[in-house]
T-cell receptor
């Protein structure tokens, strides 16, 4: 069946622009996670959703970052007024449930480059 | 807070050599422990996991044992292949953070023929 789908796969934008990254989880997966992978910081957790609710937003790097999930399915991660340090690969993962310790399945990521 | 420390790479081995990648963790609760692998040009994949002390996770010839007394989860393989060349990430998760994964920095492994 279909895995976790992320779009776009690559995004190049100018500093100061807003970007939206999309994640389509595996059907039936109620938990959805966003991570960021960069050379300097490794793999960092950003935010997770159980259903449409995000219980903990403390992993978001700044108030320029926000995320939402609607219909218990697709999620978007929005970065406003992008900065060069936002350049990274943004990974999305989903699992059967945030409170059942099920394996997370990762998408291929969105490579974001800020000029 | 919780954290994961793993040995820095790159690690270079000859084919059929024995592999150990060290991983230690700090956690306040009772985390689950994982090894993820990222092959060149591919996404992250779960390699193995262990959910409680003394559990051994295994997959594709790789093994790791959850050692609570030493807070460790070292990855081992008896005989590596060129196709094992990848970046390996140790990670933990616990219920308090909705099972979000807390990753180590990753260890790059290169296996030469």
């Amino acid at each position: 069946g279909a895995g976790v789908s992320q779009s776009p796969s690559n995004k190049v934008t100018e500093k100061g622009k807003d970007v939206e990254l999309r994640c389509d989880p595996i059907s039936g997966h109620t938990a959805l996670y966003w991570y960021r992978q960069s050379l300097g910081q490794g793999l960092e957790f950003l935010i997770y959703f159980q259903g449409n609710s995000a219980p903990d937003k403390s992993g978001l790097p700044s108030d320029r970052f926000s995320a939402e999930r609607t219909g218990g399915s697709v999620s978007t991660l929005t970065i406003q007024r992008t900065q060069q340090e936002d350049s990274a690969v943004y990974l999305c993962a989903s699992s059967l449930g945030a409170y059942s310790n099920q394996p997370q399945h990762f998408g291929d990521g969105t490579r974001l480059s800020i000029l | 807070g919780d954290s994961v420390t793993q040995m820095e790479g790159p690690v270079t081995l000859s084919e059929e050599a024995f592999l150990t990648i060290n991983c230690t963790y700090t956690a306040t609760g009772y985390p689950s422990l994982f090894w993820y692998v990222q092959y060149p040009g591919e996404g992250l994949q779960l390699l193995l996991k262990a959910t409680k002390a003394d559990d051994k996770g295994s997959n594709k010839g790789f093994e790791a044992t959850y050692r609570k007394e030493t807070t460790s989860f070292h990855l081992e393989k008896g005989s590596v292949q060129v196709s094992d060349s990848a970046v390996y990430f140790c990670a933990l998760s616990d219920q308090n953070s909705g099972y979000a994964l807390n990753f180590g920095k990753g260890t790059s492994l290169l296996v030469t023929p």
